[in-house]
């Protein structure tokens, strides 16, 4: 986890809090359990519970990649002043999304960045209850999702459709900082090949930025 509980139960996040300026404990957001800063060269700092916990929230042993993933897209949210939470835990819901972001004030846009596999089960009920509880809800792929040459049933989970895009899918490359939009996905038979186009977008080139996006998706136009 990237965010934790100061023992004045302000948020504190891993990669801005000071050694020395950690007063007393530090609790984890969701089970209220003491947990610790982990920093090293190779690593991106976050916290981790003392003891193996049965937290309901954070489990251990996340990975380089979802923890990088979320740092990087908060980032980027941030630097384009798109208001942004990390790992904001939403008691109603009993979930808590990767990120939280609001591209107007109305309507809160939940990021999942989903690196391991989900049961098809599980993904529907949290996209549920996020909708019902007035949530748009981005799924965004990492690499174990990668497009090969058919489309998986794990892969379909996450499609979305627009009038412009058609079928599409979100990944982010953790590597080389990229997000990648593959849209046109079109695979009419199962034994045939997939055919998508895809739009990279450099999170390290600030000059992109989500009306960009936003702005050529809105332009485009397709032809079945
Ligand atoms: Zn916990």
Redesign the pocket.
Same mark, same amino acid.
């Given at each position: 986890m990237l965010i934790a509980l100061d023992s004045q139960n302000h948020y504190v996040q891993a990669d801005l809090i000071k050694e020395k300026n950690i007063k007393g404990s530090l609790f +984890?957001p969701? +089970?209220r359990?003491p947990v610790y800063l982990k920093r090293g060269k190779i690593k991106i700092p976050h916290f981790s519970?003392y003891q193996a916990?049965d937290?309901f929230?954070?489990s251990e042993g996340e990975t380089l990649e979802h923890l990088a993933g979320k740092q990087m897209l908060s980032q980027w949210f941030t630097q384009q002043e798109i208001p942004c939470m990390l790992e904001a835990y939403l008691p109603k819901l009993k979930q808590r999304p990767d990120l939280l972001i609001w591209l107007d004030q109305k309507i809160p846009v939940a990021i999942e960045f989903q690196c391991s596999f989900i049961s098809e089960a599980n993904m529907i009920k949290r996209t549920q209850s996020y909708q019902k509880a007035g949530y748009k809800v981005i799924w965004i792929l990492g690499k174990r999702f990668k497009l090969k040459r058919k489309l998986t049933a794990q892969q379909r989970l996450f499609l979305y459709y627009h009038k412009n895009l058609n079928y599409h899918l979100f990944f982010l490359d953790t590597n080389h900082q990229k997000l990648h939009i593959f849209y046109h996905l079109i695979q009419f038979e199962r034994n045939e090949l997939l055919k998508s186009r895809n739009y990279q977008v450099s999170l390290t080139n600030k000059k992109i930025t989500l009306k960009t996006i936003i702005n050529h998706f809105e332009t485009l136009t397709y032809q079945p």
């Open positions: +984890c969701g +089970c359990q519970h916990s937290c929230l954070f």
